[in-house]
Nanobody, 117 residues
Framework: QVQLAESGGGLVQAGGSLRLTCKAS????????VGWFRQPPGKEREFVAG????????EYSDSVKGRFTISRDNAKNTVSLQMNNLKPEDTAVYYC??????????WGQGTQVTVSS
């Protein structure tokens, strides 16, 4: 019964940074892989970054690779997305999800990230 909540979004100038946090409930969070997705205005939701339940393996979309870093702190039930060198095209609602054995168990409600030109 994992539940997720995102925070840390806001308005930032191009080239700036934000750190998003996905906070989960429950004691089994460490067994989930966690992904960050985003949905730009008028666009489809897309994968941004993911982290395995062990935290030892990560994946990034080509558009954010080298700029974003995903990490997790299972003791605190959080997964963070450090976003550096933000671009206007990064503007989107950012969501986190929790997966286990190929099944998505939860989505957060999203946090808005707006990057001004």
């Amino acid at each position: 019964q994992v539940q997720l909540a995102e925070s840390g979004g806001g308005l930032v100038q191009a080239g700036g940074s934000l750190r998003l946090t996905c906070k989960a409930s429950g004691r089994t969070f460490s067994s989930y892989a966690v992904g960050w997705f985003r949905q730009p205005p008028g666009k489809e939701r897309e994968f941004v970054a993911g982290i395995r339940y062990t935290g030892s393996s990560t994946e990034y979309s080509d558009s954010v690779k080298g700029r974003f870093t995903i990490s997790r702190d299972n003791a605190k039930n959080t997964v963070s997305l450090q976003m550096n060198n933000l671009k206007p095209e990064d503007t989107a609602v950012y969501y986190c999800n929790a997966q286990r054995s190929g099944t998505v168990y939860a989505w957060g409600q999203g946090t808005q990230v707006t990057v001004s030109s």
